[in-house]
């Protein structure tokens, strides 16, 4: 974090990060004497809602964020940052975007938490994005022109007001982690939800809570003991895992649709259990099982360079049956998701945990969708894209296992190639040639036969 007065005073000259949290409420016009070398701009948490004419003078500019600030209107001169790629205002109070006010060259664009109508056709024109962050929003349909963004990846499109959805999305040929709940969806003869189970509520004071243990864009995880445990649940271990949402609305949705997908999806043996809500005083959570100390996470986040990918610690390897053993169960508790008219939304390493037996637990339902809303050939459809999302997984893991590695013993060059030409059939853009979740776990229990 930089100061204002260190702007000023010159001290900052060359740098190529700059971000300032002041309460600023103007554009400081000394960050154009950081324009030869600046790259990434933060300018979060201000009370910022106008950005100055002559911004395209930032002609380095590659990341810019604007999160928490005033914006009631996306600021078109944003456009005219030659090298601007990856674009951050969630939280503001933007209701229209101009035609072209995007620079065309966008690969990440967050415009999470807003009041969002609608979006301009020239969204279409965004040949290279990737990353589409628009939960929380008030949109009624996409333009169909965005189905010209063949790149799109990753979309969150949870928390608005589409009462449904078109073909072209779910024909997107890289898509792999789509977020649609919290919508108004009525279209398309859906197939009326189920009873879903119940369970119990409890009271954040039934319980101690203890460390923090994890975070996620929802909300952030303790360990923590019983208290006063519910009669129901007598018996079982007083240990728990507590997870508390961080407010109405996050980057994935509303927390209320996590815990409907949470009970929807039931147990299954690769699933974190959850045994109980809470819902006190307007603080909503999840009591769940606490995992075993011997389960410690597949991989990490992605980052500003991989964008979507996942990134693992430094020398991570995986040996040719830990890849088999995590694609099979994990293709199996995808099945199990589909079969209860769920997707998951975000399958991910860094969402999965591994322990020492090659076992694992897929956690984290922040982006998962009822899909019994959608017509059958979307519901479908859904399945294949996140089969590419398994495809984008097993890829991710066979590129930290280095090919030099097949003669010491650690992969057998056959089952490599295998697994890779599995990976590319998950992966490759026409939807209906993948393979479904049940085929990829019969594939991989013949692999695991012959070796």
């Given amino acids: ?59 380095k500019l590659n990341i810019l964020f604007l999160s928490n600030n005033c914006f009631t209107e996306l600021p078109s001169v944003i456009a005219d940052c030659p090298k601007l790629e990856m674009i951050g205002f969630k939280a503001n109070q933007i209701v229209s975007i101009a035609e072209d006010a995007l620079p065309k060259q966008t690969r990440w664009l967050i415009l999470t938490d807003n009041k ?4 301009p056709d020239s969204m279409g024109d965004l040949y290279r994005l990737q990353k589409l962050a628009l939960a929380g929003n008030r949109l009624t349909h996409l333009p169909a022109s965005m189905a010209n963004c063949q790149r799109v990846e990753l979309a969150r499109l949870s928390a608005n007001r589409l009462t449904s959805l078109p073909d ?109 809500q809470i819902d006190d005083e307007g603080q909503l959570g999840l009591v769940m099982a606490l995992i075993p100390t011997s389960f410690s996470n597949l991989g990490l986040p992605p980052n500003l360079l991989t964008c979507t990918r996942d990134t693992f610690a430094e020398q991570t390897e995986f040996r040719l049956t830990t890849m ?43 982006a998962a969708s009822d899909l019994l809303l959608l017509p059958r050939h979307q519901r479908e459809a859904m399945e294949s894209i996140e089969v590419r999302a398994l495809g984008c997984l097993l890829d991710d893991m066979l590129k930290q296992t280095k090919q030099v590695n097949v003669q010491h013993g650690i992969v057998t060059a056959e089952g490599f190639e295998k697994l890779r030409s599995l990976s590319q059939a998950c992966m490759q853009g026409l939807l209906s040639m ?18």
């Fill in 1 to 59: 974090m930089h100061t204002l007065e260190q702007l000023k005073s010159g001290q900052l000259s060359g740098v190529a990060r700059l971000h300032l949290a002041e309460n600023l409420s103007v554009f400081p016009t000394e960050i154009f004497e950081l324009a030869d070398t600046l790259e990434v701009l933060d300018l979060s948490n201000n009370q910022l809602d106008s950005l100055p004419d002559d911004f395209g003078r930032l002609h």
């Fill in 116 to 119: 969002i109508e609608r979006l």
């Fill in 168 to 276: 072209w999305l779910f024909q997107l040929p890289n898509l792999a982690w789509l977020a649609i709940a919290g919508n108004g969806l009525i279209d398309g003869n859906p197939i009326k939800p189920k009873n879903k189970p119940t369970i119990v509520h409890v009271k954040l004071s039934d319980i101690e809570l203890g460390e923090q243990i994890g975070e996620g864009a929802s909300g952030v995880i303790y360990r923590a003991k019983w208290l006063a445990q519910p009669t129901c649940l007598q018996g079982q271990s007083l240990d728990i895992a507590v997870k508390l949402f961080k407010g109405e609305v996050t980057s994935d949705g509303y927390p209320d649709d996590e815990l409907s997908t949470c009970l929807q999806a039931g147990d299954h043996h690769n699933l974190i259990k959850v045994i109980a």
């Fill in 324 to 366: 088999m053993n995590i694609t099979r169960q994990m293709a199996l508790v995808m099945a199990h998701l589909h079969a209860h008219g769920v997707s998951h939304g975000d399958l991910y390493a860094h969402n999965t945990m591994l322990d020492n037996a090659d076992s694992i637990l897929l956690g984290d339902f922040g």
């Fill in 434 to 451: 993948r393979p479904k979740f049940t085929d990829i776990a019969s594939q991989l229990d013949a692999l695991c036969s012959e070796i």
